[in-house]
């Protein structure tokens, strides 16, 4: 039976792709710091293996035989002050945990065919204008930087003959987590709008394409390198902000403005006040589909449960 092996899998993305490979019939270890955690669940061909994100163990023998190995572990960028130890802590939560990954990659006897490992489209940095594909440079931001040493790690598994995947993706908008249900809440609260200038591009991707792209990424041997995980269509702030206020029934103008994103966020006021207008080019030369190519189509379909629940407001 087919194995894959999903480390920091307990967490928003991880949960549905280790769902979706359970309804293929693979077997899926999941690594872990506390497989005791209530994030855990049970399934006949889920088990979960210990490790701290650093260092080899004994976790290392699942890396043996298995088809795939998918890195998502990191600290969220999104949920505290970048303090200097912060910054430390985003930084080594992601290149610590793949320089295991690719030690025990190295290491094993039966090596897997393809590793991949996630990034963001934060690797690009703020770009103002033109179409940005998977050969444009990295910015010279924090994240810029922190995905680009993220990614170098990474493609130390070529080394061992092994085919890597750079999953550069853009904004996963979810039905439950995630940073949509984070913007949601102002808009509840009449007070929803675009944050920043609202200029600024928005790459966005429903949760059902980023588990098929990955999907799609582990079985075409094609595929390699940095690959775009974002919707085809390109959005701005505002018009995201605008399209949510409609499906929600409710106004988006209160836009809040840069200077007070920096004030309240500080350096992580980046990760919603830069953006780029990414192209998923190499997904769509293989002919990959995307099930919600649209935004209208997307907010509707994640929308869909907590619309029956919610006052029409405007
Ligand atoms: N969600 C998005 O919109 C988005 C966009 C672009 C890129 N990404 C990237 O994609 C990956 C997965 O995203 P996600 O939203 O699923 O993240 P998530 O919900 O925050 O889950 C990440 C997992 O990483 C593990 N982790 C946290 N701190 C760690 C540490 N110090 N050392 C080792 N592992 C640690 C945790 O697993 P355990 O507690 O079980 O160890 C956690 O479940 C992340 O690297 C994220 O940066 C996400």
Redesign the pocket.
Known sequence: MLKMVL????????QKLTSRLLDSQISVVVL???PA?G?TTKHARLSYGQWD?KNQGDWTKHIDGAEAVVN??????ASRWWSKTRKQ?LY???I??TNALVEAIGASTVKPSVFLN?????YYGHVEQGAVTEDHPPGNDFLGRLCADWESAALSARAFGVRVVL?R????LGSE???LQRMIFPFELFAGGPLGSGDQWFPWIHEEDEVRAILYAIGRSSLSGPVNLSAPESTTMREFSNALGRALHRPSALRIPAFLLRALLGEMADVVLSGQRIVPQKLMKEGFEFSFPTLPGALADLLRGKLSSFPRGF
């Open positions: 480390a920091g899998a307990t967490g928003f993305i991880g872990t710091r506390n955690s994030r994100g998502l572990s990191g600290q969220s960028v802590e080594s939560s992601r610590d945990s996630a990034s963001a489209v934060g999953l993706t853009g904004i996963v987590g995630g940073a």
